[in-house]
Structures are given as structure tokens and as C-alpha cells.
């Protein structure tokens, strides 16, 4: 702010880069404002978030996200004027800036048509789950491209998981869904150990899937060898709803259950690969329905799939 000088709006030029706006005086008859002590107006953009933070919350917040773009100057002032105006409390503990998201290797944003809600993408035919393996699969301080590339890949890496937990199921179809993950096996001990200390790593996504996917290894391996009793088997169903707990991709029922969502996530991955021109990973999809027992209908309402 200019020290002992008075003005009508707060459209002037800076004379600090560190000067930001509490209070703006409305630019056109009719816009919102309120009236106020210091006059009719309303909030800055930053003292917004500082209001809201303060009506709800009362005393400041544990974790406060936001893209890095935000860092500055959005949330350095939010700081700047909360902590001046309460400086005896801590106006945010921890504060977590993720990248952007981009879509094709572009920035996602709404003048470029590339942008998309979650609803939108259910709409076109997307799995939510292989949506949500994708968006936390990527470290938050990392560029997420959003690609139909990835969503396959995303499909594919759920399946791995899954199949390996449907082994089990198909060996132990009668285990309750109660969950209270107490192992005494000492490999899965490790590798609840390891999932834990990776995610307490600043959230190392990567490194915690990288566990994830070692114990599917090492379990197709054992099943493969019939080296499991019950009581392990049961373990290893206990060590992936563990692993989901912060997934939330599996299905822990049976594997004739299962039968259909698994169906409609490879139709799901063909549809994409017809849609890239990957003709030869369609025809592979739709032969490997077809070996169990599938046949795929192309019409114009969609797929249709039916049991032979």
C-alpha cells in the first residue's frame, strides 16, 4: 500500500511488489459488495480464503493444499495477513502444493477444450477406479499427464492386483470381509512396513506401489508352487486390503462376481485401443473374451458383450 495516500478504487500501480488488496471497491453499478467501516466493497481474492478459513475452522487449519501456482503470491499473503491479524495462533501447519495437471502433454485449462470433470469422464465410458489408480499413482510434486494411454495402463496395473487377489479368492471363498491387519507371516510384516515407510516418505507413491506389486509377484509365485496353507492365504487377502485401504481399486469378492467388472474393464481397454487405431490389441482383447466365453457385439448403440 502507498503509506498516507487515499484512493477511490484499487486500481493503481504497484509501489511494493509485495502490496495486495484486502478490500476492492466495486468497479460497476450492481456488482456484489457489502458495506462496511471502511467503506462498501468486497473482499480482496486472498482475504477470501483467509475468511473462510477463519469462519470455519476458527484458529487456522493442519494441512492447506493448492496448485504451485498458488504458492505465490496467493498463499504468502493468505499467511501475511492472517498471522497479522491473529499472531498469537498458527494459521497453517503444513501446506502441500501439487503440480498441474496436464491432458496430452498440455496444461489443462477450460480455453483450450481440454478441460474435464470427473463426471465428464465417467460419461465417456471410463472406469473410476483405473481414473483413480492413474491420479494417485503420480507423486504430488510431479506433472500427471492425463492421457487414454494411462487410463489403459492404469486398467492394466488394477488387474494385476486383482487377478492375484482372485486366486486367493478362488482358494478361500468363504473369508469374511472383516479386516484387522495383524500378520505374523515376517515377509508380509516387512511389506506392510515398507508400504508404510513410503507413503510417511512424502507420500513416495511410487515406491509404495513398487511394494504393492513385488507382493503380487512373490504371491503368484507361492500359489504357483502351492507353497500357502490357509492360514497364509488368508494373510496374503489380509496384505492387499491393506494395500487398498489407500487405493481403493480392489474388490474383495468373489472372483464369479467379479466376472462381469472384469469384462467390462477389458471392453473398456479395446475401445481405446480401436479409438488409437491399435487394431492388433483390439482383435487381442477380443480374442481373449472370445477364449472364455465372450462374445463382443459392435453396434451403433455400443458394445454389447454375452456369454456364449
Known amino acids: 500500500m502507498k503509506t498516507g495516500t487515499r484512493y477511490d478504487t484499487d486500481e493503481y500501480e504497484k509501489e511494493d511488489v509485495r502490496d495486495f488488496v484486502l478490500w476492492k471497491s466495486p468497479k460497476l453499478e450492481g456488482e456484489t459488495s457489502w458495506d462496511t467501516l471502511v467503506g462498501t466493497g468486497r473482499p480482496g481474492w486472498h482475504l477470501e480464503c483467509s475468511a473462510m478459513i477463519r469462519k470455519v475452522y476458527g484458529s487456522g487449519v493442519d494441512i492447506h493444499t493448492g496448485g504451485v501456482d498458488l504458492l505465490f503470491p496467493h498463499h504468502e499473503n493468505e499467511i501475511a495477513q492472517s498471522e497479522g491479524a491473529f499472531p498469537e495462533e498458527s494459521f497453517v501447519k503444513t501446506w502441500l502444493h501439487s503440480e498441474h495437471l496436464l491432458v496430452d502433454g498440455q496444461k489443462m485449462s477450460k480455453s483450450k477444450g481440454n478441460f474435464y470433470t470427473l463426471r465428464d469422464l465417467i460419461q465417456q465410458g471410463l472406469d473410476p477406479k483405473a481414473i483413480r489408480f492413474l491420479l494417485i499413482s503420480t507423486h ?14 492404469a486398467s492394466a496395473n488394477i488387474r494385476k492386483i486383482q487377478n492375484c487377489l482372485d486366486r486367493i479368492l478362488e482358494l478361500e471363498p468363504n473369508i469374511k470381509a472383516d479386516f484387522y491387519f495383524l500378520f505374523s507371516i515376517p515377509f508380509v510384516q516387512t511389506w506392510k512396513k515398507e508400504f508404510e515407510e513410503s507413503l510417511a516418505d512424502d507420500l513416495n507413491i511410487s515406491k509404495a506401489l513398487a511394494v504393492v506389486f513385488e507382493s503380487v509377484k512373490q504371491i503368484n509365485s507361492l500359489l504357483d508352487t502351492n507353497q500357502s496353507d490357509s492360514k497364509q492365504r488368508i494373510e496374503y487377502i489380509q496384505i492387499l486390503a491393506y494395500f487398498d485401504r489407500i487405493l481403493g481399486v480392489l474388490n474383495f469378492e468373489s472372483k464369479k462376481d467379479l466376472l462381469d467388472s472384469v469384462i467390462d474393464s477389458l471392453i473398456e481397454e479395446r475401445q ?24 463382443i457385439e459392435d453396434t451403433k448403440e455400443g458394445i454389447r458383450w454375452r456369454k456364449k
Open 140 to 153: 504430488y510434486r510431479s506433472k500427471l499427464n492425463f492421457s487414454t494411454d494411462r487410463i489403459a495402463e
Open 272 to 295: 481405446i485401443a480401436r479409438k488409437n487405431k491399435d487394431f492388433a490389441r483390439s482383435d487381442a482383447i477380443r480374442d481373449q473374451l472370445l477364449a472364455q466365453g465372450i462374445l
